[in-house]
T-cell receptor, first 111, second 114 residues
Framework: EDQVTQSPEALRLQEGESSSLNCSYT??????LFWYRQDPGKGPEFLFT???AGEEKEKERLKATLTKKESFLHITAPKPEDSATYLC????????????FGSGTQLTVLP | EAGVAQSPRYKIIEKRQSVAFWCNPI?????LYWYQQILGQGPKLLIQ????????DSQLPKDRFSAERLKGVDSTLKIQPAKLEDSAVYLC????????????FGPGTRLLVL
């Protein structure tokens, strides 16, 4: 069964304390790995798409990487405004090429 | 560029009542998706449209849920009759095309069934 699993479920960091979020996937024929940010009461906001192992993308304090089995979202020197739920999702060579989401990591950055 | 619009933003209904949600995708986006997001979980796809045709509705509870996309633009999702377990956020997303196309989400409609 195609699955996307995120860890940890929740993470509390002090401002400036760098860390990484993990997204492991067991899908056959990965066509793309997506990272979204979701603030309370809002829809997911697109961050990155990764298509092949070894690929990296960066945006401000965020850096996403992809291997053959997992993706990491590295957060460097986070600020309180980085607090949100981070979702990863995979598109695979299955029916309809739909997004399969993980349950998310709820990140809290304390001042 | 305007984003995906959804209405209403909040809805409270009694079980067995009916409810409808509306979505207007980003202009020019051919593909439209409806997702259900239960608290603490990631979004789950309910139905996917390509223009005004259904591509995938395998996870749509068809005994109570229906959706349409007239003229390949706006879409409505209906629940009739609603159950307690339908309480969730209903998200609409659109993409320029299928496959690798990035999906952009609307703000969602928060449904509470009492």
């Amino acid at each position: 069964e195609d699955q996307v699993t995120q860890s940890p479920e929740a993470l509390r960091l002090q401002e400036g304390e760098s860390s990484s979020l993990n997204c492991s996937y067991t899908v056959s024929g990965l066509r793309g790995l997506f990272w979204y940010r979701q603030d309370p009461g809002k829809g997911p906001e697109f961050l990155f798409t990764l298509y092949s192992a070894g690929e990296e993308k960066e945006k401000e304090r965020l850096k996403a990487t992809l291997t053959k089995k997992e993706s990491f979202l590295h957060i460097t020197a986070p600020k309180p405004e980085d607090s949100a739920t981070y979702l990863c999702a995979a598109i695979y060579s299955g029916s309809a090429r739909q997004l399969t989401f993980g349950s998310g990591t709820q990140l809290t950055v304390l001042p | 560029e305007a984003g995906v619009a959804q209405s209403p933003r909040y809805k409270i209904i009694e079980k067995r009542q009916s409810v409808a949600f509306w979505c207007n995708p980003i202009s020019g986006h051919a593909t439209l998706y409806w997702y259900q997001q239960i608290l603490g979980q990631g979004p789950k796809l309910l139905i996917q449209f390509q223009n005004n045709g259904v591509v995938d509705d395998s996870q749509l509870p068809k005994d109570r849920f229906s959706a349409e996309r007239l003229k390949g633009v706006d879409s409505t999702l209906k629940i009739q009759p609603a159950k307690l377990e339908d309480s969730a956020v209903y998200l609409c997303a659109s993409s320029y095309n299928r496959g690798r196309g990035t999906q952009y989400f609307g703000p969602g409609t928060r449904l509470l069934v009492l």
